[in-house]
């Protein structure tokens, strides 16, 4: 059995281990891989993972012994799955892996407006508390929680940790979904529309996966629709947001800010309009990175396997 892996170094830096994949075949680990090395590299594989690096159904023909994919991901648009379903290949993903970590990096952003650490840390230290004739000072208006309203696109697993902090915080906690479930149990929310999420919210955080339905589902039309002080966070997919119409809302002044760790193109292109756009945070798509993070991502891709190897695979995803 031969196994490959295209793109495992930001999944595996070198602080958890791929020797597990060895029991089941002859592994070659690649950090990375370029389009035109897919098909080379994988001619002879049976089983291939990936992360970011595109399965096309170019590619797939160009992998004859192909009898399963495995994802380094919750989102699989990377992989043309219905194609592997006609060839009879499962297409299997790791779900539910991120959610604590992606719900903290979603309130790290509206801390960042709410708290401003950074700039008040940096101040300090340029001099500016020790010149200052009172005990503190402030350089941005700050702000609690409490009170506040977040608006929550998409409500799965994330989206509703994300709801379990905010109620932490006493915020009240508007959500739209396509799958509105039970929720009595939760004080001070509601299911609202798109519109009313839009002119009600003071952050708006969203959780919703990349369809034909959702893509630029963020657009300057919703955001017209927005507070002016509302801040916009984005740990979803980057295309959710139309980028262009994001930055003019922000350097016009038609919303306050945003908090992104997700863009349309990964990396970004040097004259992408958001990397300069006012009150704008960009993270380099680090919300699953942490340690712990991956190693539950690893031990999902091991159940992956183990499914797999007993004839009854899981988290199958076409």
């Not at 089983?47 to 590619?59: A, G, Q, Y």
């Not at 309203?149 to 915020?171: N, R």
């Amino acid at each position: 059995m031969k196994i490959v892996i295209l793109d495992g170094f930001t999944t595996n830096p070198g602080d958890l281990s791929w020797d597990w994949l060895r029991e089941y075949g002859e592994l070659t680990v690649y950090d990375r891989t370029k389009k035109e090395e897919i098909i080379p590299r994988c001619k002879d594989a049976e089983i291939v993972i990936t992360n970011k690096t595109p399965l096309t159904r170019t590619e797939i023909d160009g992998m004859p012994h192909l009898r399963f994919v495995a994802l380094l991901s919750t989102g699989y648009n990377i992989a043309d799955g219905a194609y592997l379903r006609e060839k009879g290949i499962p297409l299997c993903n790791i779900p539910a892996y991120s959610t604590n970590a992606v719900a903290q990096l979603v309130f790290s952003f509206i801390m960042a407006f709410t708290n401003a650490v950074a700039l008040h840390s940096d101040a300090v230290h340029d001099g500016e508390w020790a010149a200052c004739p009172d005990f503190c000072f402030w350089k941005t208006p700050l702000a609690e929680l409490q009170g506040k309203t977040l608006g929550v696109v998409g409500f799965g697993k994330i989206g509703q940790k994300v709801a379990d902090i905010a109620a932490a915080f006493d915020m009240r906690i508007l959500a739209v979904s396509g799958h509105e479930t039970d929720q009595t149990a939760r004080k001070n929310f509601r299911w609202v529309d798109m519109d009313t999420l839009a002119r009600e919210s003071d952050f708006i955080t969203l959780h919703c996966p990349l369809t034909a339905a959702t893509e630029g589902l963020v657009n300057a039309e919703f955001l017209s629709k927005c507070k002016k002080t509302a801040v916009l966070i984005n740990t979803s997919r980057g295309p959710v947001v139309d980028g262009q119409a994001l930055a003019d809302a922000l350097n016009s002044g038609q919303i306050a800010g945003a908090g992104l760790d997700v863009l349309c193109v990964e990396p970004p292109r040097a004259d992408d309009p958001l990397l300069h756009a006012k009150n704008c945070l960009i993270t380099p798509h680090v919300a699953w990175a942490g340690f712990e993070t991956r190693a539950r991502l690893m031990s999902i891709l091991k159940e992956n396997f183990a499914a797999f190897f007993r004839g009854e695979p899981i988290h199958v995803v076409n």
